[in-house]
Each structure stands twice: as structure tokens, then as C-alpha cells.
């Protein structure tokens, strides 16, 4: 069982380029959602999905795209991508059921984005 | 909005002590869950601990459990028996069961565990 996986671990970037992370999950998991984690800051959460076909903004949306046309992928797109965008990434998802009732995540290994 | 508040930066203790992180949040609604995660140096986040706001019953897992007050909005973590496993950055995290469905994290807190 692979659970979530995110790619690229690891990506530098230069200012104004676009680039997409990939998440997929194989527990046919509803809810998916992305966040992001800065020194200081804890983890905000950018968008998320309740389903395919279905997604929403979180706290810190500016700047990110994301679309959901199958349950397993949850992919987050910069389209212009800027130094204040370095980061680490989480994917997370959950059964939506399970998430209104116990609200537990199951989180990716994480993307480390790097904007020169 | 709801707000967490970890106001510890960071803490450590010694091998087979006991350490209490605490946590505060902020929030007008009577339903909702309080968790905490932990986040070891490999990066992956992984769920510790979870109490239900309507519980008066503090949750316990192992050597983890919390001391909730819910007039006070006040969620901390008592870690007995401290492990160098322990070693991690730990997150107090809240979620409304009026279907928000966004998990509010805390800034975090890092808790070294010394041999």
C-alpha cells in the first residue's frame, strides 16, 4: 500500500517558470488537500478537494492552481512561480467520512520547492 | 476563524522524563476536534493524538495524553517515559465538526530528546 505519494521530492526553480506537483493517493481517499510548511509558520492550507470534480481554496490560495479529475491525483501547479513560493509541500488526504469524524490526515513524504 | 497558538518554540528533556507541550486556540464554536501531529526529521506527518471537544474525558494513547480544558481552550501533550524517537517537531492542530473541512495548524514546536 503506497498511501501518498507526492513527486518530486526536490525541485529549484527560477523566477516566472511553472512547474506541478503531483499527488496520488491509492486508498480511494474523497478528501485531498495541499498545504504548505514555512519555518515559523506551521503548515497553511492552500486548496483542497471533496471529491473529483470538486476542489476549494484554503487560507493561502494566491498563486497555486489545482484540479481534480480523478479520485487518486490531486495536482498542485505554480504558474508563475516566485521566491516568496519556496517552500515544503504536503499533500494530505482522508476518507471524507472519516475526516468529518475524526479529522486524521494521512500526509505525503513532502516536496521541497526551492524559487531563485 | 479559529486560531492555534503554540507559544513554545521549542523544548528538550531528558531520556525517560516527562515533557508537556502546550497549545491554545481560539474559536466560537462548542463542536470540534483538537489533534496533535508529529513530524520526525524524515518529514512525514503523523497523527499522535485526538480528543473530541464534547469528550470530558481526556484521550490517552500509550505514553501520549492530553489535558483538555475546554473553558480555558487550553490542549496540551504530556509525553512520559520520553524516547529519542520522540525527537520531532510536534503541531496542535483544530478542526470545526461544523464541516470546514480545514485541519488549522499551530506554528508548531520542536522537542529535542537527549540520551
Known amino acids: 500500500n503506497a498511501g501518498v505519494t507526492q513527486t518530486p521530492k526536490f525541485q529549484v526553480l527560477k523566477t516566472g517558470q511553472s512547474m506541478t506537483l503531483q499527488c496520488a493517493q491509492d486508498?480511494?481517499?474523497?478528501?485531498m488537500s495541499w498545504y504548505r510548511q514555512d519555518p515559523g509558520m506551521g503548515l497553511r492550507l492552500i486548496h483542497y478537494s471533496v471529491g473529483a470534480g470538486i476542489t476549494d481554496q484554503g487560507e493561502v490560495p494566491n498563486g497555486y492552481n489545482v484540479s481534480r479529475s480523478t479520485t487518486e491525483d490531486f495536482p498542485l501547479r505554480l504558474l508563475s512561480a516566485a521566491p516568496s513560493q519556496t517552500s515544503v509541500y504536503f499533500c494530505?488526504?482522508?476518507?471524507?467520512?472519516?475526516?468529518?469524524?475524526?479529522?486524521?490526515?494521512?500526509f505525503g513524504e513532502g516536496s521541497r520547492l526551492t524559487v531563485l | 476563524a479559529q486560531t492555534v497558538t503554540q507559544s513554545q518554540p521549542e523544548m528538550s528533556v531528558q531520556e525517560a522524563e516527562t515533557v508537556t507541550l502546550s497549545c491554545t486556540y481560539d474559536?466560537?464554536?462548542?463542536?470540534?476536534?483538537l489533534f496533535w501531529y508529529k513530524q520526525p526529521p524524515s518529514r512525514q506527518m503523523i497523527l499522535v493524538i485526538r480528543?473530541?471537544?464534547?469528550?470530558?474525558q481526556n484521550a490517552t494513547e500509550n505514553r501520549f495524553s492530553v489535558n483538555f480544558q475546554k473553558a480555558a481552550k487550553s490542549f496540551s501533550l504530556k509525553i512520559s517515559d520520553s524516547q529519542l524517537g520522540d525527537t520531532a517537531m510536534y503541531f496542535c492542530a483544530f478542526l470545526s465538526q461544523g464541516g470546514s473541512e480545514k485541519l488549522v495548524f499551530g506554528k508548531g514546536m520542536k522537542l529535542t530528546v537527549n540520551p
Open positions: 480528543q473530541e471537544a464534547y469528550k470530558q
Open positions: 486508498m480511494n481517499h474523497e478528501y
Open positions: 474559536t466560537s464554536e462548542s463542536n470540534y476536534y
Open positions: 494530505a488526504s482522508s476518507y471524507l467520512r472519516d475526516y468529518a469524524n475524526t479529522g486524521e490526515l494521512f
